[in-house]
Nanobody
């Protein structure tokens, strides 16, 4: 199983970024996926999840209306479009082979990627 995030970087407040997560080693189209983040000195925080066929998406209140999760099952890739970014969005963002929700306990496992850093600062 391999998950590789990309697309992070430094962006000014109000800006946008699109994260990607390319996957291999499992049947991507059969599983729900999630994005999780960890800000400096803080616990893991669930961001968003999507069902296997994209019928259902869910978002943390902190990102609802600003972030959009999507997937391309033909390319085994998960996305997170992040708009209207705020300094409090600064974190390492992980994609996970799991369909978490706001009540899920979060612990990094081998079904997570290595993460990509997002820094929102002027």
């Amino acid at each position: 199983v391999q998950l590789v995030e990309s697309g992070g970087g430094l962006v000014q407040p109000g800006g946008s970024l699109r994260l990607s997560c390319t996957t291999s080693g499992f049947i991507f189209s059969n599983v729900g996926m999630s994005w999780v983040r960890q800000a400096p000195g803080k616990e893991f925080e669930w961001v968003s999840s999507i069902s296997s066929a994209s019928r259902t998406t869910d978002y943390a209140d902190a990102v609802k209306g600003r972030f959009t999760i999507s997937r391309d099952n033909a390319k085994n890739t998960l996305f997170l479009q992040m708009n209207s970014l705020k300094p409090e969005d600064t974190a390492v963002y992980y994609c996970a082979w799991a369909r978490y929700n706001r009540n899920s306990p979060l612990q990094r496992t081998s079904s997570w990627g290595q993460g990509t850093q997002v820094t929102v600062s002027s």
